[in-house]
Every structure is written in C-alpha cells, then in structure tokens.
T-cell receptor, first 112, second 113 residues
C-alpha cells in the first residue's frame, strides 16, 4: 500500500512569489491535514480537510490556503512568500477524522 | 485554543535506562493523545496513542499514562536502546478537531551505549 506522497520534495522560491504544494493521501483516506515544521516552533497545525471541506484551521495568516479534491488529494498554497515561510511542510492523512494520522515525507520550502 | 507543553526539550540517558517525557494540555475537551517519533530526516511516525477513556496503555517497552484531571500525559520508554534516539512529539486533539493535532515542541532523546 503506497504511503502519503508529497510533491515536490524540495522547492526554492523568491520572496513575494507564490507556491503550491501537493499531497496524495493513502488510498481510502479521506482526511488530510497540513503542518509547518521549523526548528524553533516544532510542528504547527495549518488546516484540515475532510471530504473536500475545511474542518479546522490553525493560526496562520490568510496567505496560507488549501483545498481538497474529490479524490482526497490536497493542495496548499502560500502567496506573497516571506523569508519566515521557509520550513518543512508536512501533510498527514487518515481514514476518518479520529483515526491514526500517517505523515508524508514533506516538502522542504526555502524562500530566498 | 488548545496549547500543549512538553518537557524536557532534551534528554540524555544511558542504554538500558528508562526515559520519561511529560506533556500538559489546556483544552479539557481534548480526548485523543498520540505520540510521534521522528528520526533525523524522516517523517514523524506514530508510536503509541491513548484516548481519554483509558488511563494507561502499553506496547512492549513503551507506555503512555494519562491524567485527565491534571490534564497531563506522559511517555515512558524502558530499557532504552541507541535506536530509540530521535525527537519525540506529543499531541492532543478533540473529536471535533479530528486529525487537527496540536503538538508539543518536541523532546530530543539521546541514548548512549
């Protein structure tokens, strides 16, 4: 069974640009959540989707947005990138909203 | 919203010793408490979890205890081995929050042989 797949694995962007990250959940998983991981702040919750609906949102500015498609794949978008957005972005999927969350390998975003 | 505090931030033990990591949470509605292990350069992986209707859960050398009254939960690793060296994260969520996990800042465990 394939795990959670995130693309791309690495990304370098310039300040002010926008970026889109993709997450393909484990087959049959309908819940996808996104996290930002930095050395200083640890793992911070961004948002959670279930059946194409955003159920929960973390404390991040409106520049961070996401969506989920009918096949459960999810994307997150960050507009007007800032240097502080440099981080590892992880997504996790689960069968429903209260079962074990499996993480992808992450996308390492560097903003220069 | 929920806030999870985790202590200590670093922990060094000798092989064979026990290690204990403690977390406290703020939202009394939280009812699901997973622990994740993240090795360097790898993804976080669930090692054990506990729900609020249970006070303790054990899986071989790993155990988790939960005190809902005090709003704290702990990870216990016995007979530590060098391969236990990693960063450990505790987390909490509510039924309403589903997989919206609020994580502690992590504990770097080093096991020396």
């Amino acid at each position: 069974k394939a795990g959670v797949t995130q693309t791309p694995r690495y990304l370098i962007k310039t300040r002010g640009q926008q970026v889109t990250l993709s997450c393909s959940p484990i087959s049959g998983h309908r819940s996808v959540s996104w996290y930002q991981q930095t050395p200083g702040q640890g793992l911070q919750f961004l948002f959670e989707y279930f059946s194409e609906t955003q159920r929960n949102k973390g404390n991040f500015p409106g520049r961070f947005s996401g969506r989920q498609f009918s096949n459960s794949r999810s994307e997150m978008n960050v507009s007007t990138l800032e240097l502080g957005d440099s981080a590892l972005y992880l997504c996790a999927s689960s069968i429903t909203t209260d079962t074990e969350a499996f993480f992808g390998q992450g996308t390492r975003l560097t903003v220069v | 919203g929920e806030n999870v505090e985790q202590h200590p931030s670093t922990l060094s033990v000798q092989e064979g010793d026990s290690a204990v990591i403690k977390c406290t949470y703020s939202d009394s509605a939280s009812n699901y408490f997973p622990w994740y292990k993240q090795e360097l350069g790898k993804r976080p992986q669930l090692i054990i979890d506990i729900r609020s209707n249970v006070g303790e859960k054990k899986d071989q050398r790993i155990a988790v205890t939960l005190n809902k009254t005090a709003k704290h939960f702990s990870l216990h690793i016995t007979e530590t081995q060098p391969e236990d060296s990693a960063v450990y994260f505790c987390a909490a969520s509510t039924e309403q929050a589903g997989t919206a996990l609020i994580f502690g800042k992590g504990t770097t465990l080093s096991v020396s042989s």
